[in-house]
C-alpha cells in the first residue's frame, strides 16, 4: 500500500486534466539470488505517491536496454514512502518491484519495451527511447502495457489466431 503524503509534487500531463507522464529515473540489471537475470526500471517517488490509486499514464522509457537484455523480463521498481527508486544493484530497500505486463497478464521483456540498442558504438541510437500507454493499479500492484504483446506470450491470440470477436463471427456463418 502507498502511503499518501502532504507533499505537493506535481506530475505532468498530456493536457489539463489529461492523461498522466512518468518517465523512468534509471535502470539496472539484477539477477536475484537463484533466478534469471531482470530488468529494473525507477520511477520518481514523489511523482507515483502523488498519482491516484487506479488509472492511465504515459511511461516514457529513457533508459534503452542493450541488445544482449533484450531477452530479459522486465519490472517497475515503484517506492513505499520516500525511497528511492533510482535502481542500483541490490540496494533496492524500501521498494517493490512490479512486473511489467501486457494485455494477457504476461510478462514483457526488454525488447518488448524498447528498441535493443548495440552496446559497441557507445551513442544512443534513435527508437531507443520509447514510450508506452499503461494502466497501473496501486492497490493491487499492476503496471500493464496497453497494446503491447509479448513476446513470451504463450495464449493462442498471441500467435496470430482469431480474436474472440472474430471467432464469434466465422460461427454464425
Not at 509534487?9 to 537475470?37: M, Q, W
Request: hydrophobic share 35%; charged share 15%.
Amino acid at each position: 500500500m502507498t502511503a499518501r503524503f502532504n507533499v505537493r509534487a506535481c506530475v505532468p500531463r498530456v493536457d489539463v486534466n489529461g492523461i498522466y507522464v512518468l518517465s523512468t529515473t534509471g535502470k539496472v540489471v539484477t539477477t536475484p539470488t537463484g533466478e534469471e537475470s531482470q530488468i529494473d526500471f525507477g520511477l520518481n517517488p514523489f511523482e507515483w505517491c502523488a498519482l491516484p490509486e487506479a488509472g492511465v499514464l504515459i511511461w516514457r522509457v529513457r533508459h534503452p536496454v542493450t541488445t544482449t537484455e533484450a531477452s530479459y523480463p522486465v519490472n517497475v521498481v515503484i517506492p513505499n514512502g520516500y525511497a528511492t527508486t533510482v535502481p542500483s544493484q541490490d540496494t533496492q530497500i524500501g521498494t517493490n518491484r512490479i512486473p511489467v505486463v501486457d494485455h494477457h497478464n504476461v510478462q514483457v521483456i526488454g525488447s518488448d519495451v524498447n528498441v535493443p540498442v548495440d552496446t559497441g558504438s557507445g551513442s544512443p541510437v534513435v527508437g531507443g527511447y520509447t514510450e508506452h500507454i499503461v494502466w497501473f493499479n496501486k492497490p493491487q500492484g499492476i503496471f500493464r502495457l496497453l497494446g503491447v504483446k509479448s513476446s513470451n506470450n504463450p495464449t493462442p491470440a498471441a500467435q496470430g489466431s482469431n480474436s474472440p470477436a472474430e471467432a464469434s463471427a466465422v460461427k454464425s456463418k
